[in-house]
């Protein structure tokens, strides 16, 4: 039974870029939630997909968006990067009748230069 | 506005010994729950233990127990036996609402645990 995997792992972009991340949920579970991990500080969530569309939002700006597609993967896009967007972004999935159930996947640690 | 403080940046303890992570909470909702979560330096968030608002027990998970004090707003975790694989960043997380409508995780800034030989 595969766990939440993310890809890619690492990932260098320059300021001003655009950058997609994506992720596959846990087997059974419909629900993709996102955070961003600046170092040394906990987890800030981003948002929340499930029935492809956004149901909760963090407090990001719209540079910060989403997709979920109907096989319940998902994607995160960063448009007009800012140095300050250098994280580990986590994602984390739940089953929709249980969102207190939720893993994470290993992240993408990006780094904008 | 629901709120995690984490009071301890870091922490050491000799192998063997057992340690408490000190998390205390801030929420105006009366369903919620509290978790705690290890993320070595690899980076993926491992589960470790979950409290509910409504449960009258303190979790226990094998060698994680969670000391729940609701009227003081605490969920501080209890690490017995410790192990040198225990050396990890451990956080403590909350998530608002009933299990269907509990939109997101708010997080503590976390506690190094170091277990020295």
């Known amino acids: 039974d595969a766990g939440v995997t993310q890809s890619p792992t690492h990932l260098i972009k320059t300021r001003g870029q655009q950058v997609t991340l994506r992720c596959s949920p846990k087997s059974g579970h419909d629900t993709v939630s996102w955070y961003q991990q600046a170092l040394g500080q906990g987890p800030q969530f981003i948002f929340q997909y499930y029935e492809e569309e956004e149901r909760q939002r963090g407090n990001f700006p719209d540079r910060f968006s989403g997709h979920q597609f109907p096989n319940y993967s998902s994607e995160l896009n960063v448009n007009a990067l800012l140095l300050g967007d250098s994280a580990l972004y986590l994602c984390?999935?739940?089953?929709?009748?249980?969102?207190?159930?939720?893993?994470f996947g290993p992240g993408t640690r990006l780094t904008v230069t | 506005a629901q709120k995690i403080t984490q009071t301890q940046p870091g922490m050491f303890v000799q192998e063997k010994e057992a340690v408490t992570l000190d998390c205390t909470y801030d929420?105006?909702?009366?369903?919620?729950?509290l978790f705690w979560y290890k993320q070595p330096s690899s980076g993926e968030m491992i589960f470790l233990i979950y409290?509910?608002?409504?449960?009258?027990q303190n979790a226990t998970e094998g060698r994680y127990s969670l000391n729940f004090q609701k009227a003081r707003k605490s969920a501080n975790l209890v690490i017995s036996a410790s192990q040198l694989g225990d050396s990890a960043m451990y956080f403590c997380a909350m998530r608002e609402g009933r299990h269907t409508n509990a939109g997101k995780s708010t997080f503590g800034d976390g506690t190094t645990l170091t277990v020295k030989p």
């Open positions: 984390a999935s739940s089953p929709l009748e249980n969102l207190y159930e939720q893993y």
């Open positions: 409290q509910g608002s409504y449960d009258e």
């Open positions: 929420t105006s909702d009366q369903s919620y729950g």
